[in-house]
């Protein structure tokens, strides 16, 4: 059994969780390893002082998504932690040389990937990080009932292609009131008997 490489994305936002358990309990095989990336913004002042605590903040984040990972056993787990830019040219970097298969990603209003589209509008988003790229939408805040779908996306707007896995949610329909029930005699003493003799032809 070939043993892949999956990269999935840190990052301080719910939809980044999402993504993690969905590939947790739906691609993550015995065997393959999971690369924990996490890229923190390059600082514009040149103190190592700040830069060590965005660097720690970082492991911290990144150990919490392993105790995820902790929960599902025979699996492999690396963490890296990196300095980089927004629009996600780091992060590429470090995919294709790690060589990974499949990047995770979790996709909400200010992701990178649209940054990264944006900025290089001629290479598709594949062959950006020479993989195939799974987005885990994030979901809404009044879901209560989760239903899942997989679509593959070409935004028009963007040219984002990558394939979506849109966890969206559906409202649960309200508790009909309950059935009374209807009493057919209700009282037996009220019904007034009539008896009729019977004629004779």
């Known amino acids: 059994m070939d043993v892949k490489k999956i990269v999935v994305v840190v990052e301080d936002v719910d939809?980044?969780?999402?993504?993690?358990?969905?590939?947790?309990?739906?691609?993550?095989?015995?065997?393959?390893?999971?690369?924990?990336?996490h890229v923190y913004h390059s600082t514009r002042s040149r103190s190592r002082s700040k830069a060590r605590v965005l660097r720690l903040?970082?492991?911290?984040?990144?150990?919490?998504?392993?105790?995820?990972c902790n929960n599902y056993p025979n699996t492999k787990v690396e963490i890296i932690v990196t300095e980089g830019d927004q629009q996600g040219s780091k992060i590429a970097a470090m995919v294709r040389e790690i060589g990974a298969s499949l990047l995770v990603v979790g996709l909400h209003d200010c992701s990178?990937?649209?940054?990264?589209?944006?900025?290089?509008?001629?290479?598709?988003?594949?062959?950006?990080?020479n993989c195939r790229v799974l987005a885990i939408k994030q979901p809404r805040a009044w879901a209560v009932r989760p239903m899942i779908s997989a679509v593959s996306v070409l935004d028009t707007s963007t040219n984002l292609d990558f394939s979506l896995i849109d966890v969206s949610r559906s409202q649960v329909a309200g508790t009909p009131p309950p059935k009374i029930p209807y009493r057919i005699c209700p009282n037996p003493s009220a019904i007034i008997w009539r008896s009729r003799k019977c004629r004779r032809w």
Do not use: C, E, P, V
């Open 57 to 68: 903040h970082g492991f911290k984040l990144a150990l919490s998504f392993q105790d995820m």
């Open 112 to 129: 990178f990937l649209y940054k990264l589209r944006m900025s290089d509008s001629h290479n598709s988003i594949a062959s950006i990080f």
């Open 15 to 37: 939809a980044a969780r999402t993504a993690l358990q969905w590939a947790l309990r739906n691609i993550i095989r015995y065997g393959d390893i999971i690369t924990l990336l």
